[in-house]
Nanobody, 119 residues
Framework: QVQFVESGGGLVQSGGSLRLSCAAS????????MAWFRQAPGEQRDMVAD???????NYADSVKGRFTISRDNTKNTVYLQMNSLKLEDTAVYYC?????????????WGQGTQVTVSS
């Protein structure tokens, strides 16, 4: 059974940085596209960034140039380095996975990690 465990969130001032981690289990990690999503209160869950098995990446326009997604296949872990944080980055952050040939991510989610950016 797939499991995602996110960590690294916290309270940070605007302009600060955080590094999130997500450990995945129950999948052959190296074969999966991994992604970070976030959900602010009252909002839908949106994708922030993804990284394919070949290391290629995609970012939402709102985080381009500020966030960097990376992966370590030896640790079954995906990371999100977040720099120049803004108030609007405040949300619960989740990771998920999909096989490259499937459009949908998995139905199960972890508990997420809260990121709060203060002024």
């Amino acid at each position: 059974q797939v499991q995602f465990v996110e960590s690294g969130g916290g309270l940070v001032q605007s302009g600060g940085s955080l590094r999130l981690s997500c450990a995945a289990s129950g999948i052959v990690f190296s074969r999966y596209t991994m992604a970070w999503f976030r959900q602010a209160p009252g909002e839908q869950r949106d994708m922030v960034a993804d990284i394919n098995s070949d290391g290629s990446t995609n970012y939402a326009d709102s985080v381009k140039g500020r966030f960097t997604i990376s992966r370590d296949n030896t640790k079954n872990t995906v990371y999100l380095q977040m720099n120049s944080l803004k108030l609007e980055d405040t949300a619960v952050y989740y990771c998920n996975a999909r096989l490259y040939y499937r459009p949908s991510y998995m139905g199960s989610w972890g508990q997420g990690t809260q990121v709060t950016v203060s002024s």
